[in-house]
Structures are given as structure tokens and as C-alpha cells.
């Protein structure tokens, strides 16, 4: 690892700071935002540049365009290049650069993929299998259950699951509310099913397992504090693998799927974007695609002149 000045230093521990108290950003992206950064002060460091105030648009496209030589994918650099964006626009932002150095830093287009979703059968395999196991594992599977039925009824992160409290489940209306990227705050419907999964892990399920470290969490773990995002991931590619010819997936595969078939449905966009917690609606066409596939799968299987 290349060592960086103490400008570089101070300068990301003051980032972090800003990600942290001011943005209120999740752990995982302060993480992600910080190891992007510090690849960039690393190569900024070889090139003379020891002082980020003195970062330069030529220096900027260098570091691209090395980590591309290296043969990072598309999606890499394209985040790389936002991560860089940003922190040379707070840096002008707060008077600790005399100019935005990436303020014309261009991202690399990266291909947008697909994403996988699970077919409306697969998904009622999916939760028929775990109801079925219901008998033999207790509350453990009352919880399992819940949480793959109120992620497949409102497609919210796996982050937004966990930090659930139990304040937060509204039955009068049946809305859950969320805290998403930077603390945004919304409510998401869901339906009979997610309701009565959630209910029985409530009064039947959680009684059992929680403690004095559980405090107001709805979903708990096996030592009765707060689940955590991997053991919710675990439960996710666990229980979907018990699916014939399902795709492996973990929450954010559900969070697919559900957008997927709420356009199915025919739900509209600025619906799904709503439900999703979508900054950009153009984050949100992405599944129109999916949607637009499955027509066209469609069309081809039943029209007579496919």
C-alpha cells in the first residue's frame, strides 16, 4: 500500500466526518466512498500530487484511466469516477480547494445488467416451502418467513429491514416506515400475507427469542439483539436455494422480483419508484425492461405470427 501525505489524511478524515454527521450515510457507503478515495490518493501521491487541494481534471482521467489499463470493469470505474466527483466538489464546497477539479470529469458508460428476478411461482414455492418448515424450526422460521414476505410485499433494502422497529409497523393501514439512503424517510404498503407472517412472528415467534438487548427491533437474531444484515442475507440464498431451478439470490435479488412483478401488475413507474425509495426515476426504468421481456416472451409464445 502506498503511503499519502498527512494532507491526503486529514483531508479523508474530515470526508468521513461529512459522510458520517452530515449525510448520515450508511456504514457500507462510507466504506465504499473512503477505499475509492483512497485508491485515488495513492495514485494521486505517485504522480507528485501530495495536497488533494491540488488535484487537477488531468489528474483525475490518469487515475481512470489506470485503474481501466488494470482492467476494472465498467461499473468499477463509473463508480470510481462519481466517489471522485464528489469528494472534489465538497472540497470546493467548503473552501478547501479553489476549484472543483472534477466538476468535467466524464464517467465510463457502464452496461446496465438485467437483474435477476424470481418467477410469480418460484416465489409461491418459496414461501409454501418455508411454511411448510414451519413446524420443525420454531421461531426461527416464524421470523423467516416474515422477513422474506415483508421483503417480497415492499421490496425495501435489506438495510431498511433491519433498521425496522416494531413502531414502525402501522396495521391500521398496513405500511411499513423505512429510513433509506441519507435517512429518508418513507412509508411502503404490503399486503394480507406480509401482514399475517409479521403478526405471527410477533406474538407466536419473537416472544421466544428476545432478551434485554432487544430492545424495539422487530427482527431479532439468534442471541436476541437486532438481526443483521448478513444473517438476513444467509436466510435469503438459503431458503431461494431450496427452490428447483431458481436463481441464487439474496434480499436485494426479492427487491428485484417485487419491482418486477408490481410493473407486471401494471403498476406505474413513478409508482414503483415511490415504493422502491428511488432518488431518479431513471434508476427505476431499468425495470422496464425486465417488463418489457416478459411481454415480448410472451408475444413470441402465444402469437400465432411470432
Partial sequence: MTEISESWSKALADYEHHLRA????SVHSVRAYLTDLRGLAEHASKLGVDDPAQLTLRTLRSYLATMQALGKARTTLARRATSARVFTAWQARSGRAPTDAGALLASPKSHRELPVA???S???ELLDLTVAALVGEGPTGLRDLAILELLYAT???VGELVGVDIDDIDRSRNVVRVFG?????RSVPFGGPAADAVDLWMTRGRPEVMTADS???LFLGARGGRIDPRAVRRIVHERVAGVEGAPDMGPHGLRHTAATHLLEGGADLRSVQEILGH?????TQIYTHVSNEHLRKAFRLAHPRA
Avoid: C
Fill in 22 to 25: 452530515e449525510r448520515d450515510l
Fill in 181 to 185: 439512503k441519507g435517512r429518508k424517510e
Fill in 118 to 120: 424470481l418467477r410469480q
Fill in 155 to 157: 421490496g425495501i433494502r
Fill in 279 to 283: 432518488a431518479s426515476l431513471s434508476t
Fill in 215 to 217: 430492545g424495539a427491533a
Fill in 122 to 124: 418460484e416465489v409461491r
